[in-house]
């Protein structure tokens, strides 16, 4: 059964440090993909990445990096000088190739960026 | 602005009525998907469709039904409602699959409250 582990409910930081969140996932499947989404306060979500799992080469974009390494399968957010407007909470979530679009969300991840 | 739009914003209802959420796709994007968000269950897949016909199925429940019309927008009807059903319901849409490389768009949400 696939299941995503999000085992930090909430962070708190202050604004310009690093922050990683962490996400453990479990598949029994050999192609599966990995995705995070972002929910501000305003409570709208919004789609971030999605990682294939064919494709282990770690992602940067701006602040923003992903770490995907399937011997710990594990897949973790890091943003690197955090800033206020970063204050969300941070979901991973997993889909399994043959299941289609199925996706297994993790509980997220609570982020206070202090200012 | 996302490009997607869900109606009505919010909703107050009554036990064992029945309603009907209406999302609108980005244009150009054939996938609906459809997430239910409350405290208890957290962020759920609902149900999938692409073009029309259904294409993943999570843990909707019997008393919730979907449909995507030929002008690809898409509704979610909820019937017999409960307590319990009082949740945050988003729609997002994507151009196709997630499998394929796509982003997702979602919509503001519908805060349903069941009295």
């Known amino acids: 059964a696939q299941k995503v582990t999000q085992a930090q409910t909430e962070i708190s930081v202050v604004e310009k440090e690093d922050v990683t969140l962490d996400c453990v996932y479990e598949t029994r499947d050999t192609t599966y993909y990995l995705f995070w989404y972002k929910q501000p306060p305003s409570g709208e979500l919004v789609f971030l990445i999605r990682r294939n799992s064919f494709d282990e080469q770690n992602e940067i974009s701006g602040r923003y990096s992903w770490n995907f390494q399937k011997s710990t399968s594990s897949f973790n957010f890091t943003i690197t000088a955090s800033q206020v407007v970063d204050s969300a909470v941070y979901f991973c979530a997993l889909s399994e190739a043959g299941r289609d679009d199925k996706i297994i969300f993790g509980k997220g991840t609570r982020l206070h960026i202090l200012p | 602005d996302s490009g997607v739009t869900q109606t009505p914003k919010h909703l107050i209802t009554a036990t064992g009525q029945r309603v009907t959420l209406r999302c609108s796709p980005r244009s150009g994007d054939l996938s609906v998907y459809w997430y239910q968000q409350s405290l208890d269950q957290g962020l759920q897949f609902l149900i999938q469709y692409y073009n029309g016909e259904e294409r993943a199925k999570g843990n909707i429940l019997e008393r919730f039904s979907a449909q995507q019309f030929p002008d690809l927008h898409s509704e979610l009807n909820l019937s017999s409602l409960e307590l319990g059903d009082s949740a945050l319901y988003f729609c997002?849409?994507?151009?196709?699959?997630?499998?394929?490389?796509?982003?997702?768009?979602f919509g503001p949400g519908t805060r349903l409250t069941v009295l």
């Open positions: 997002a849409s994507s151009q196709g699959h997630l499998s394929s490389y796509n982003e997702q768009f």
